[in-house]
T-cell receptor, first 114, second 116 residues
Framework: GAGVSQTPSNKVTEKGKYVELRCDPI?????LYWYRQSLGQGPEFLIY????????DSGLPNDRFFAVRPEGSVSTLKIQRTERGDSAVYLC????????????FGSGTRLTVV | DQQVKQNSPSLSVQEGRISILNCDYT??????FLWYKKYPAEGPTFLIS?????DKNEDGRFTVFLNKSAKHLSLHIVPSQPGDSAVYFC???????????????FGQGTILTVHP
């Protein structure tokens, strides 16, 4: 597709459950980023992939959060034992080769943990 | 520790006038700065950027100014239009190289409302 696609657009889950959020980047973009945006805040960096490898995962808040990009294209953000504080919009972005240039964001997945 | 700050949560401007959105940063490793615009239920959209080697970058109605000594940047929109009403985020990226390249640190955002 032409843009970054994120599915689902909305996800409601119960506290303690496991969720997966999917990101389909722009074709050919080697760099992929995950951000989390809480209400009233700007997006906060979670993890950055260059190809298949996580080049920087310093933003993942704890070990309940994990992300993969096995073939260097689609990425999945996985959250175990969800907590109410995980409720936020999870944004994915891709860029041609890394760097702040040419970043394109998806519309995000709004996660609500009840 | 908020490394990028947008101290004005909101700004209201009359159509045709100038909108000035401000942003301050604390990390001297930042050398590339961007402004994003965000509509509800959409992802942020890139607007304009500036490298630390410049102090001004202009693109149509949008101009970004960078004052490195003050660690301050601003976005000027002139003339403002009702369609500019959105949340504006300032973001910063560190020096090229290393694994942090491309990692953006965002401010909290400023809600701009342009009245007809």
């Amino acid at each position: 597709g032409a843009g970054v696609s994120q599915t689902p657009s909305n996800k409601v889950t119960e506290k303690g459950k496991y969720v997966e959020l999917r990101c389909d980047p722009i074709s050919g973009h080697t760099a992929l980023y995950w951000y989390r945006q809480s209400l009233g805040q700007g997006p906060e960096f979670l993890i950055y992939f260059q190809g298949t490898g996580a080049a920087d995962d310093s933003g993942l808040p704890n070990d309940r959060f994990f992300a993969v990009r096995p073939e260097g294209s689609v990425s999945t953000l996985k959250i175990q034992r969800t907590e109410r504080g995980d409720s936020a919009v999870y944004l994915c972005a891709s860029s041609p080769s890394g760097g702040g240039y040419g970043y394109t964001f998806g519309s995000g997945t709004r996660l609500t943990v009840v | 520790d908020q490394q990028v700050k947008q101290n004005s949560p909101s700004l209201s401007v009359q159509e045709g006038r100038i909108s000035i959105l401000n942003c301050d940063y604390t990390n001297s490793m930042f050398d590339y700065f961007l402004w994003y615009k965000k509509y509800p239920a959409e992802g942020p959209t890139f607007l304009i950027s500036i490298s630390s080697i410049k102090d001004k970058n202009e693109d149509g109605r949008f101009t970004v100014f960078l004052n490195k000594s003050a660690k301050h940047l601003s976005l000027h929109i002139v003339p403002s239009q009702p369609g500019d009403s959105a949340v504006y985020f300032c973001a910063a990226s560190p020096n090229a190289g290393g694994t942090s390249y491309g990692k953006l640190t965002f401010g909290q955002g400023t809600i701009l409302t342009v009245h007809p």
